[in-house]
Structures are given as structure tokens and as C-alpha cells.
């Protein structure tokens, strides 16, 4: 895991989050972990090649559509298909200050793609669990990515 301060600052700091993978469905872990992220206060951008709107928002097919800057990007996606993803991110004109792969998403070559980028990359946790770890908040048990 990354170190704890660096990631408290920038959850502290971060504003955006786009959540590649975002399905509105209450059974996905997707959905729980996109809805604590809703009630902590960040913006979201899910992202979905087929959805059109999750969570009441316009969902964009792919993170480079989304025109701000990112601060988190989060993967809900099989490792095989980090590559690609961070691929796109590493083209991004503003980057975000975290590419994040949810439990049981690992992806040495998505590591190898961003190694020459400031993006912290975290492997096999969940952004709601490190949150509500990091900021106090109890009780938020794991949400697996698929």
C-alpha cells in the first residue's frame, strides 16, 4: 500500500473522480463504492462504453471525453484491461494525481505504463475502505472491483 500521508493529502485534496467501469446496479460493488464517493463530497464521471447515465450522470465512453481534469481515476475493471486504460490516462493533458485499481485488480504493466509519470498508482485496495480509513469514517466494508 502507499504511503499513508501522501494518500490522506490527496483524498483531502481531490475534488474529481472519474470511475471507469461505473454501473448504477445495487448488487455491484461499483455502485456502493460510487455512492459513498457521491456522499463524501467528490465529483464523479463515470465512465461506461454502453451506459448513458449513472448515479443521475451523464456517463462518458471513455476518460479522455471528460473535459476538466481528473483528480482520481478508478478502475472497476479486469487487470487485463488496465493497460489500456492507462494508456489513455498517461495521454491525458492534465493528469490525475492517482491511477487506482480496486481489490483484486493488479496490473504490473499499467505500473510500467505510468512509472514515468508524478501518478501514484494503487493496485488491489478500495478507494472506500482506504477512505474511510484514512478520514475517520468507520464501518465501510470492501467493494471488489469485476
Not at 136 to 143: F, R
Request: proline share 7%; hydrophobic share 40%; charged share 20%.
Amino acid at each position: 500500500m502507499q504511503d499513508d500521508k501522501a494518500l490522506r493529502l490527496i483524498l483531502r485534496q481531490a475534488r474529481t473522480i472519474a470511475v471507469i467501469g461505473a454501473k448504477d446496479k445495487p448488487e455491484q460493488p461499483v455502485d456502493r463504492v460510487g455512492r459513498y464517493l457521491l456522499e463524501q463530497g467528490y465529483r464523479l464521471f463515470p465512465v461506461h462504453p454502453v451506459r448513458t447515465q449513472v448515479w443521475g450522470l451523464p456517463v462518458f465512453a471513455t476518460v479522455t471525453e471528460i473535459q476538466e481534469p481528473i483528480d482520481i481515476v478508478v478502475l472497476f475493471r479486469a487487470s487485463h484491461f488496465c493497460p489500456a486504460h492507462a494508456a489513455e490516462v498517461a495521454d491525458l493533458g492534465t493528469p490525475p494525481s492517482i491511477f487506482w485499481m480496486q481489490t483484486g485488480i493488479r496490473s504490473p504493466e499499467s505500473r510500467r505504463i505510468l512509472s514515468n509519470s508524478n501518478i501514484m498508482v494503487v493496485e488491489d485496495a478500495c478507494i472506500m475502505v482506504e477512505h474511510a480509513r484514512l478520514m475517520g469514517n468507520k464501518d465501510q466494508g470492501c467493494a471488489h472491483g469485476s
